[in-house]
């Protein structure tokens, strides 16, 4: 898989849009983007993917570059529970069956403030 | 429908025990994994199952054992643990079809001394 490089840290406003950035230059074109975060030290939660489209669901937007070596999440409205660590994860997305893990780097540590 | 859960939630061991974390999913799902996490790290994976009877290593394999033991349950086994095994253990399971959504549980924090 691909590798991926974050923003060690961000911080917020509370009610204000987060934007999140992933690099993933070296990203194949069977690749598919994946964010997942994880709240303090709890197991990591899905948030989104997607190939190369940008893609909205009920959490968050992911927004691809054209040439797809980069990706922003997009928080709309960043509240104090959003405050977690996001991690960018590029796989080869449905080969296999999808049964091999996941390559976590060391994310970003989002931080809301109030 | 509890999703993931791990038992115990905390263990401390000393150097040379063997413990086993154990893992069920209720969601009928095919794919389950163990990671482990270090302080300030990402998760790296330490053994797979892509379905029951099958078992795969992932990338830090060394000094664990793992079952999967039905559908259900997958079990990590620590045979002699070590102070570099001082770490979070997470178990998932994996969605059957796309996007291959992972599901995590709380997570057992393991103290070896």
């Known amino acids: 898989d691909a590798k991926t490089t974050q923003p060690p840290s961000m911080d917020c406003a509370e009610g204000r849009a987060a934007n999140l950035p992933c690099n993933h230059s070296t990203i194949s074109g069977n690749e598919y983007v994946y964010w997942y975060r994880q709240i303090h030290s709890q197991g990591p939660q899905y948030i989104i993917h997607?190939?190369?489209n940008n893609e909205t669901n009920e959490m968050a937007s992911l927004i691809i570059t054209e040439d797809r070596k980069s990706s922003t999440l997009i928080l709309p409205h960043a509240t104090l529970r959003d405050t977690a660590v996001y991690y960018c994860i590029v796989r080869v997305g449905y080969s296999g069956g999808g049964a091999d893990g996941l390559t976590f780097g060391k994310g970003t540590h989002l931080i809301i403030q109030p | 429908n509890a999703g993931v859960t791990q038992t115990p939630k905390f263990q401390v061991l000393k150097t040379g025990q063997s413990m086993t974390l154990q893992c069920a999913q209720d969601?009928?799902?095919?794919?389950m994994y163990w990671y482990r996490q270090d302080p300030g790290m990402g998760l790296r994976l330490i053994y797979y199952s892509a379905s029951e009877g099958t078992t795969d290593k992932g990338e830090v394999p060394n000094g664990y054992n793992v079952s999967r033991l039905n559908k259900r349950e997958f079990s990590l086994r620590l045979e002699s643990a070590a102070p570099s095994q001082t770490s979070v253990y997470f178990c998932?399971?994996?969605?059957?079809?796309?996007?291959?959504?992972?599901?995590f549980g709380p997570g057992t924090r393991l103290t070896v001394t």
């Open positions: 998932a399971s994996s969605e059957d079809n796309p996007p291959y959504e992972q599901y």
């Open positions: 997607g190939l190369k």
């Open positions: 969601m009928n799902h095919n794919s």
